[in-house]
């Protein structure tokens, strides 16, 4: 079957340091990927896309990467701060005309 | 305007009673996504309007909804006979293009529906 999975346990760490989190998905061959960030009570906004022959995109202190022979993309903060603190999701082009979700991970970044 | 807007913001509604969510998006966008989000769930696909084609129903979950939009301007999406399992956050997003693949989606801050 088609998934995509992004680790459901929240993500705590400390401010200043990098947090990683992870986009697997099985079944696809998008030709593309998208990162959004969604607050409490708010509709996602979108960070980065990164397209399936580029390796890796930065945009400040954000970092995507996209192993398309792993079927995963990986989201790095660097230089972490709690206003960084958001629910991640990660979203595939999967054929159909329109994104499919990914269900998110929730970062938490202690002062 | 500067960002979609979604209308309410809230709707407690009664069983079996139909309601109706409104969407503007952002001027000139003109893809058109609604999506549903369960309390601690992803996304989930619903409808895509895209300029004057045909939509893409292919997510609506039953035929209770239904969803339309007028030219490249607003869009409401219908639920009738609403159950309890239909208490969500409905999200509305637009894009300049389709699918937005350069740009993303702006979405909308959405309606929450709660069916009692």
């Known amino acids: 079957s088609q998934k995509i999975e992004q680790n459901s346990e929240a993500l705590n760490i400390q401010e200043g340091k990098t947090a990683t989190l992870t986009c697997n998905y099985t079944n696809y061959s998008p030709a593309y990927l998208q990162w959004y960030r969604q607050d409490p009570g708010r509709g996602p906004v979108f960070l980065l896309l990164?397209?399936?022959?580029?390796k890796e995109k930065r945009k400040e202190r954000l970092k995507v990467t996209f192993d398309t022979t792993l079927k995963q993309s990986l989201f790095h903060i660097t230089a972490s701060q709690p206003a960084d603190s958001a629910t991640y999701l990660c979203?595939?082009?999967?054929?159909?005309?329109?994104?499919?979700f990914g269900s998110g991970t929730r970062l938490q970044v202690q002062p | 305007g500067a960002g979609v807007s979604q209308s309410p913001s809230n709707k407690v509604t009664e069983k079996g009673k139909d309601v109706e969510l409104r969407c503007d998006p952002i001027?000139?966008?003109?893809?058109l996504y609604w999506y549903r989000q369960r309390l601690g769930q992803g996304l989930e696909f619903l409808i895509y309007?895209?300029?004057?084609?045909?939509?893409?129903k292919s997510g609506l979950p039953s035929d209770r909804f239904s969803a339309e939009r007028t030219g490249e301007s607003v869009s409401t999406l219908t639920i009738q006979r609403t159950q309890q399992e239909d208490s969500a956050v409905y999200l509305c997003?637009?894009?300049?293009?389709?699918?937005?693949?350069?740009?993303?989606?702006?979405f909308g801050s959405g309606t929450r529906l709660t069916v009692v």
């Open positions: 001027s000139g966008h003109t893809a």
């Open positions: 990164i397209r399936e022959n580029e």
């Open positions: 979203a595939l082009d999967t054929g159909r005309r329109a994104l499919t």
């Open positions: 309007f895209q300029g004057n084609s045909a939509p893409d």
């Open positions: 997003a637009s894009s300049s293009k389709d699918p937005g693949d350069l740009y993303g989606y702006t």
